[in-house]
């Protein structure tokens, strides 16, 4: 009888799920019909499904459905949007289309920060976390990300087979994943920019004149202090490493599981939770002794005196939320554009050299060295050069966040948001639509951005939109995009901008945009707002940004003002011509054999050739990752770095 019960239930269940679904995909289908746009039935197109399709798949899946579609399920309607309009709107309906914030629970364990929160609460972390970003902090993150890249470079030649401080300066120095060592310097870097804590390199000892501020030898240590058993460089690493541990467990069971990385990763999250708190009771001890001001050089110090727009100040939680939030999001990011920087000019060696002879004009004397480059007026200098196009091309190309969500769950009650699309018309996106900026697939947008009409690397394709070419980015008369495409590309978008601008002043919820398509300067080629979006748009756009592009036109201009870039070609060539030696390592050999010249100008040629094939392969089918895109399979794109001031033979 009771297994009869069970079985009527199940079937009147199944039977329920049944009609709901139908009844779902009814009203869905229904409503995509009536939106203006192209639309399928989920799963229709399985190359979707892929894990950060958008990089993967770039424009293709826009290119015959348009710049936005939908995918229709009876649960949902999920917008894809490759469009500068459409996402230029939505980020500025930040009323109606609001950030997902229950997808940010994992980074909200610190407390609740600007990334994480909505509403009149998140225009309270907004006023208070943008006071920390200012010309006085940026000046400091100028200063420490030139001398972090110079410590970096000294950590490279340290290792054992690379050049020395005492070598002729001919030999190269080989770094097999470049990852690690930009990530300690981009570490390195928000640590003395966003808490006052200056940190040293595995080796490295504390300068001579440098002083360790009362209170903070403890954060310096390389020892664990008083009541911890991890440094303070140790909890943050191993916390942002093994990251999507917290994202998985809670607190209790990291601290219970019985697996040996688990456990360490709760050592760090604790670890780190009492560094964070010891640091703001050092902070607020030298704001009640007037020894710090609001203006002050670093980001934590700000988020303690500022008030909010209702007068008050931040409760400690979400001070150390949001002083978690700068570490997490301004770590993994531009350290992961360093490494995707240094590989793509090695890459595109006319790039590269095209590079070398803008820094050679631009860069003050040898007499001044790099801790004396004067900011700000070199890095407007050089973010307005091809340094800058450099920078703005690996955005554009790998950014490190693909995907951007917003759902319309409008605050008024409103069924439909009404969108104008980049032909004029309209689309109606009903309420619970849950979309994506698709920023990969927006950035290889052929409609705005200037391209050839073939790509170097596979003349199958019809642009160059997937390869990296600075070039792009020059205003150039001679330029063959200039007369291919360019007049194309900018009366579009500024028939877009006009647009856009009409939509603004008709719209009642728009507000100031503060998004990230105004990166660069006015000799550089400027897309359309919506266009170019590695830093997300709109008033929830990120607001360490200029943060990030001074520290990566610093540390790419501290590298290519004494050095060039190989791929490591090693693989590619053939072992008998190593030289041998007793007591060299593997790096040295090979370095004695390049040098020596044992390879002809083809057989340079075929390997280069065999190695950028191989690092191609590699971004574009290996990159992945659930919070930014990283080199997480087990090859990785292995670099050697040249002097150029010393005869050092480049590869090729």
């Not at 979400?318 to 770590?331: K, Y």
């Not at 008024?412 to 948001?417: E, H, L, V």
């Not at 507000?511 to 830093?535: C, E, K, N, Y």
């Amino acid at each position: 009888m009771f297994g009869l019960v069970c079985a009527t239930a199940l079937a009147a269940w199944m039977v329920w799920w049944v009609f709901d679904a139908a009844r779902g995909l009814r009203r869905n289908v229904k409503a995509a019909r009536e939106s203006g746009l192209q639309w399928f039935l989920a799963p229709k197109n399985f190359r979707l499904l892929r894990f950060n399709w958008c990089y993967h798949e770039r424009f293709r899946p826009f290119a015959d459905r348009g710049d936005a579609f939908l995918v229709v399920s009876p649960w949902g309607i999920y917008m894809a949007n490759a469009s500068p309009t459409l996402i230029h709107q939505i980020a500025t309906r930040r009323t109606d289309w609001v950030k997902p914030t229950e997808h940010y629970g994992v980074i909200e364990r610190f407390g609740p920060n600007v990334v994480t929160t909505e509403g009149s609460t998140w225009r309270d972390h907004r006023r208070v976390s943008s006071s920390a970003f200012n010309e006085r902090s940026n000046a400091v993150v100028w200063q420490e990300s030139v001398r972090q890249a110079g410590k970096m470079i000294k950590a490279w030649k340290r290792r054992e087979g690379n050049d020395d401080e005492g070598g002729d300066g001919k030999a190269g120095m080989w770094v097999e994943h470049v990852y690690p060592d930009a990530a300690t310097t981009s570490l390195h870097i928000i640590s003395q920019s966003g808490f006052g804590v200056r940190l040293l390199w595995e080796g490295e000892e504390m300068a001579e004149g440098d002083e360790v501020e009362e209170g903070y030898e403890r954060f310096t240590s390389h020892v664990p202090m008083s009541g911890h058993t991890m440094t303070f460089k140790a909890s943050m690493k191993t916390m942002l490493k093994d990251f999507i541990w917290m994202a998985l467990f809670s607190q209790g069971m990291l601290k219970k599981l019985p697996f040996k990385r688990t456990r360490k990763v709760y050592e760090g999250y604790t670890n780190f939770r009492d560094y964070l708190h010891e640091l703001l009771k050092l902070k607020k001890g030298a704001i009640a002794n007037g020894l710090a001001e609001k203006d002050a050089l670093d980001l934590m110090i700000p988020l303690i005196i500022s008030p909010t727009p209702s007068s008050a100040h931040l409760p400690d939680s979400s001070i150390l939320g949001n002083a978690f939030i700068f570490l997490f999001a301004g770590h993994e990011t531009t350290a992961n554009s360093i490494t995707f920087l240094l590989i793509l000019l090695a890459l595109n060696r006319p790039a590269q050299r095209r590079l070398h002879t803008t820094l050679d004009a631009l860069l003050p004397p040898p007499t001044v060295t790099p801790n004396e480059w004067p900011y700000p007026s070199l890095f407007h200098t050089l973010g307005n050069s091809y340094l800058g196009a450099c920078v703005n091309e690996q955005l554009r190309l790998i950014p490190s966040i693909p995907l951007t969500p917003k759902r319309f769950t409008p605050s008024d009650g409103k069924k439909i948001s009404t969108l104008t699309l980049d032909n004029g018309e309209t689309a109606r996106i009903p309420v619970g639509t849950f979309q994506h900026f698709c920023v990969n697939s927006v950035h290889c947008n052929p409609r705005y951005w200037p391209h050839a009409p073939r790509s170097a690397r596979n003349p199958a394709k019809t642009d160059d939109l997937e390869d990296f070419v600075p070039d792009r980015w020059m205003l150039d008369d001679n330029d063959e995009r200039t007369n291919s495409s360019t007049e194309q590309v900018r009366k579009s978008a500024q028939d877009q901008q006009q647009q856009q601008q009409q939509h603004s002043e008709r719209s009642t919820d728009a507000v100031q945009d503060h998004g990230g398509s105004d990166i660069g300067a006015s000799s550089l080629f400027a897309p359309p707002r919506g266009a170019f979006v590695p830093f997300s748009e709109g008033a929830r756009g990120c607001l360490g940004r200029r943060f990030a592009m001074v520290e990566l036109v610093a540390v790419t201009a501290t590298i290519f003002k004494d050095y060039a870039v190989d791929l490591d070609v090693r693989p590619f060539l053939e072992p008998s011509k190593m030289t041998s030696g007793s007591g060299m390592s593997d790096a040295a050999q090979w370095e004695s054999t390049i040098v020596h010249d044992a390879f002809s100008p083809e057989e340079r040629e075929v390997a280069y050739a065999k190695a950028s094939a191989r690092a191609w392969r590699i971004l574009d089918e290996e990159l992945t990752g659930l919070t930014t895109l990283q080199q997480k399979g087990k090859e990785k794109i292995g670099l050697r770095f040249v002097r150029r001031d010393g005869g050092g033979m480049v590869f090729v």
